[in-house]
């Protein structure tokens, strides 16, 4: 059955996306007005409802509204971080009108849906959910206030929320789904949901996919079964039936091992990151095939027009002028958060994104005579920017973040930057020359934000990992740093990668940039035109219909 009208989509569907699909995520980057995301997970989730909309496939978005989104990232007296938990208003989203129930510990708790209508920001129908209702306690409010509880109960009342009330909204909706499309196993507890109907687990299998963002068996999330059925996350489906559908003898729940055997196929989110989920998971039993497909941006949402006309036409001019003004526009940002004026020809490097230990932010730093000689080269000039939001709770990516910015007082061409959200993560692209990425390897799934990078004539200068080996070619579209040896100790590749890093900008990137400037716009065009199609959101969504929703 088909949606209401007032929920439809705008356009016919294209006969082969007309497969009906809903779309579970914890979290979307729509709109710089829409706070509903923290990091990668909700820009990949974002940019796939945009691509969707755009080759008009037959999909609808569930999330969550978060009354005080992720937070927002402001400053202190001294300049150091703090987080803002503050109340979003939205004007741009419709109440459906729709109020049902679900079970979470023992107690009944009201969810409303909110719309957002397909043409505000081009993307497919997308429905928020939302528990700050007066019918509830502060506790069950409580449940949609903040994106990712740190409180253990907290979260999985969350999973509740977007896996059950998700599965249950698409029922009061009337909206008949072939299948359902888990991102992580936040929304696993639809699988229970839908299970209760017929008790069919064939059936069930054949409705259910999934898709596994994480590269590390320990960063995958496991509860105490009893704990988890206390508070409902199954539904009330007896005991022994839980254990025999996901094949569980001890105590353990492994989210992510049990949305593996539950549906008909999952996927990694890179080349790489498919290789590492099979040989992790492979050793267990009655799993599901584990296919890759390389996350993507929206390159419509994304790229620089102005950029790509030029580079189109062969207008060397016109591109380095639009560069020059698309560095300026960052750099008015820069002044006035830190006071700090860039100069537009002044090679700049930016590492921007999530800020989590793993990312090694503050890399480069850790020579400090090194550190010390780049930023104080005056042949060579460079300015160096940082920006991220670490999660609140982890006070040990907080105190790194801190640390660069009371770094970056006593030194004129280095800046941090606060509020890292999608309308920053565009200038900072567009006003970069080199996007710098340097997570530990293999811990980083995929990483999307060199795509966006590459899309705004900003050189990608990465470890081997995640999403780059698909894309990176050495001194050709960017720059590369060597693989550490993975069997020393963390600490030793830590030291490999920062030397490499230091080399291949003091021999490769300022030397091209400074004195070879043909040479590096040539490298600033092959990375804009190697990024698309490829790394382009587009062939991600008709991959997902080709390979996982269609198998």
């Known amino acids: 059955m088909a949606l209401a009208k007032e929920f439809q989509h705008p356009y016919e ?112 129908p997308m429905f928020f959910l939302s528990t700050d209702l007066p019918e509830n306690d502060h506790l069950a409010q409580s449940t949609s206030h903040k994106l990712y509880d740190s409180d253990p109960g907290g979260k999985v009342a969350q999973s509740i929320l977007l896996g059950v009330g998700g599965a249950k909204l698409l029922d009061e909706l009337g909206h008949e789904v072939e299948k359902y499309h888990l991102n992580e196993a936040h929304a696993l507890s639809a699988a229970f949901y839908l299970y209760n109907k017929n008790k069919d687990l064939d059936d ?58 539950l549906s008909k196929i999952a996927n990694g989110v890179s080349r790489i990151h498919g ?37 189109e036409s062969k207008d060397d001019e016109a591109l380095i002028a639009r560069k020059r003004q698309m560095k300026s526009n960052l750099f008015y940002r820069v002044a006035d958060q830190t006071g700090k004026i860039f100069d537009d020809d002044v090679l700049t490097i930016v590492w921007a994104r999530r800020f989590a230990a793993y990312k090694r932010p503050d890399l480069i730093t850790q020579d400090q005579e090194r550190f010390g000689k780049l930023i104080n080269n005056s042949k060579r000039p460079v300015q160096i920017i940082w920006a991220g939001k670490p999660y609140p709770m982890d006070y040990n990516a907080r105190s790194m973040f801190d640390n660069l910015v009371h770094m970056s007082k006593y030194k004129k061409n280095v800046a941090v930057l606060v509020g890292y959200e999608l309308h920053l993560s565009k200038l900072l692209k567009a ?43 050495h001194k050709v579209n960017s720059f590369i740093v060597p693989e550490a040896d993975l069997k020393t100790p963390t600490h030793q590749q830590d030291v490999s990668d920062m030397e490499n890093l230091f080399d291949i900008l003091e021999n490769d990137i300022l030397p091209t940039y400074y004195d070879n400037p043909k040479e590096w716009w040539k490298i600033v065009k092959s990375s804009m035109q190697d990024v ?6 587009d062939r991600m969504a008709y991959q997902y219909y080709e390979k996982v929703y269609n198998y």
């Open 275 to 311: 290789q590492v989920a099979n040989k992790m998971w492979g050793k267990y039993s009655d799993i599901c095939p584990i296919i890759s497909i390389t996350n993507a941006q929206n390159k419509k949402y994304w790229a620089d027009k102005d950029l790509y006309r030029a580079m």
């Open 204 to 261: 069930l299998k054949e409705k259910l996919v999934f898709t596994t963002h994480t590269p590390e068996e320990a960063g995958n999330e496991k509860h105490d079964i009893r704990f988890l059925e206390k508070l409902g996350f199954f539904c009330g489906v007896p005991m022994d039936e839980v254990r025999k559908m996901a094949k569980i003898e001890g105590e353990e729940f492994n989210h992510t091992l049990v949305a593996l055997r």
């Open 431 to 473: 006003g970069s020359d080199v996007w710098l990425n340097n997570p530990r390897i293999p811990r980083e799934a995929s990483g999307t934000s060199g795509m966006t990078a590459s899309m705004n004539g900003s050189v990608n200068f990465s470890t081997y990992d995640g999403w780059i080996p698909e894309f990176a070619k």
């Open 13 to 124: 569907f294209d006969p082969k996306y007309e497969k009906a699909v809903a779309y579970f995520s914890m979290e979307f980057a729509i709109d710089q007005a829409l706070k509903t995301y923290s990091g990668g997970l909700g820009f990949l989730a974002g940019s796939h409802m945009r691509s969707a909309y755009d080759l008009n496939q037959n999909v609808v978005g569930i999330g969550v509204l978060w009354k005080y989104g992720y937070y927002d990232q402001v400053r202190r007296g001294d300049q150091t971080m703090d987080a803002l938990f503050q109340e979003k208003l939205y004007s741009f989203l419709v109440d459906t009108k729709i109020k049902f129930q679900i079970e979470i510990n023992k107690h009944p708790v009201w969810v409303k849906a909110l719309f957002l209508p397909p043409k505000t920001f081009g993307t497919v």
């Open 532 to 537: 698309s199609p490829y790394f382009d959101a």
